[in-house]
């Protein structure tokens, strides 16, 4: 498969890495061309460049951008015109203001769903903002199961985001449509702040599956 990222920071270097591990093609797109050519080289990822290239690039696009750089990232990817229609878009985003630990959203909108309004056509899926990025970096197993990662989105996207969670040694957890993606994002908020505050850097809720009973 080939996949697209937009964003060449920490949670690209963790996923991206395990996904270039299992086989795939992937190309970094980034803000920063330098960082992104850097991380590709290290990774050995097929490729780097801008964020229009990565969008063109990839079959499957991983979105993983501070929210400050939600609008311009995708703007810069070209998502208004259609770079993004008919892919399925990975979004990792967190969305929470550290001076107070408030949920930060657009009109009420999480994230994800601000994405899929910036990217007509796409299928956005929420995914992997539950657990600092070095927690992928390595199959998670907690409770001596795989980590249940729940994911959350356009129907359409569901089963290539289930395979690449199973990429990374973890096991997938549907937590529904679009609609739950706030709810996600707001899970989002307690573990950052618990992250802050010196949890372990292993923290995050660990569910069971359907298949765990
Ligand atoms: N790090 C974690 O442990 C973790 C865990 C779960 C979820 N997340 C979420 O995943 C997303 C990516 O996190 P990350 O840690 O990979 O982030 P990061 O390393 O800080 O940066 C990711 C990318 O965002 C771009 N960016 C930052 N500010 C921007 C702005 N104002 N305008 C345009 N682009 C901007 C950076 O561009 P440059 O390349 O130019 O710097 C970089 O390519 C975030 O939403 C974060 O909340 C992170």
């Known amino acids: 498969m080939k996949i697209g ?33 850097d991380l590709a080289k290290s990774l050995g990822a097929a490729g780097a460049g801008t964020l ?26 070209g998502a208004g015109e259609g770079t993004l229609a008919g892919k399925t878009v990975v979004d990792v985003g967190n969305s929470v203001d550290t001076e ?9 909108r999480s994230m994800a769903e601000r994405a899929a309004e910036l990217a007509p056509g796409s299928h956005v899926v929420k995914a992997f903002n539950l657990a600092f990025s070095d927690v992928w970096k390595t199959p998670p197993v907690y409770g001596g199961r795989p980590l249940a990662v729940p994911f959350a989105g356009a129907a359409e996207g569901k089963s290539v985001t289930r395979k690449l969670i199973q990429e990374v040694g973890a096991a997938p957890l549907d937590a529904g449509d679009l609609s739950q993606t706030p709810h996600l ?19 995050t809720f660990a569910f069971l599956t359907p298949d765990d009973a």
């Open 100 to 108: 107070d630990w408030s949920q930060v959203t657009w009109e009420g």
């Open 5 to 37: 990222v937009l964003g060449a920071g920490r949670m690209t270097e963790a996923l991206a890495g395990r996904w270039i591990e299992a086989g795939h093609e992937v190309f970094i797109g980034g803000r920063t061309p330098e960082k992104a050519a």
């Open 52 to 77: 229009r290239e990565a969008a063109a690039y990839g079959d499957v696009i991983l979105l993983a951008v501070l929210r400050e750089g939600l609008e311009s990232t995708l703007a810069a990817a």
């Open 185 to 203: 994002e707001a899970m989002g908020c307690v573990v950052i702040r618990q992250l802050f505050g010196g949890a372990h850097l292993g923290s």
